[in-house]
């Protein structure tokens, strides 16, 4: 979902929130590059506990700030135009779409109005169900199961490389996204538009 589906970049809520270089500094490494945001991603830890681990490690001074990016930092969220274009030619193209965010991107729930309705997708996983984050292959084996689909079948998307190569280890067909997404054709060429993919 996020650089995929939506825009995600820590630097938005940083530079809103957060008054200070120095205070940016010390939140983009403790909060967006800590232990606790894969955790939350995870599903292991609520945003409560989250906040309290990472304030444990911010000066008293910055704690306002810190609260403001933790429970703030979705204002960087919004749909990449290309992204919007390739879910609907998939759509009329009949190939089934699923959408695999991590936990902290599906608790944005303002993304269903921003984006496009969560119904619009034919299966929608999120990381914290399974307590595991990608590239761990386990988690697209999680995905394939519930869905009942063949990994031989499947193309999937991310702006991260080790998460490509997660879903290739899957079986899958991947690829990185750069959203520079024009047409269909170089995408689905091959792929039937009735066979369920």
């Known amino acids: 979902m996020g650089n995929v589906l939506m825009r995600y970049d820590p630097e938005v809520p940083l ?12 939140i983009r490494k403790e909060l967006f590059q800590g ?3 894969v955790e939350r991603d995870r599903g292991t830890i609520s945003i409560e506990e989250m906040y309290e681990s990472v304030a444990k490690r911010i000066p008293e001074q910055y704690h306002e700030e810190l609260k403001k990016c933790v429970y703030g930092w979705d204002i960087c969220m919004e749909p990449l135009e290309k992204s919007v274009k390739l879910c609907e030619d998939a759509r009329k193209w009949g190939t089934r779409r699923m959408c695999f965010p991590m936990q902290q991107q599906m608790s944005f729930i303002g993304i269903s109005r921003n984006f496009s309705p969560l119904e619009a997708f034919d299966g929608v996983m999120v990381s ?4 595991l ?5 386990r988690i697209y084996e ?10 031989e079948e499947c193309l999937f998307f991310d702006d991260r490389k080790d998460n490509v190569e997660g879903a290739r280890e899957a079986g899958m067909q991947a690829m990185v996204f750069t959203e520079d997404y024009e047409s269909p054709a170089n995408i689905f060429k091959g792929t039937s538009r009735n066979n369920g993919r």
Do not use: G
């Open 15 to 26: 530079r809103e929130y957060v008054s200070s270089e120095e205070a940016r500094d010390l």
């Open 35 to 37: 232990p606790e945001w």
């Open 128 to 131: 914290s169900e399974v307590h």
């Open 133 to 137: 984050i990608k590239p761990d292959v």
């Open 142 to 151: 999680c995905l394939l199961e519930k869905y009942q689909l063949k990994p």
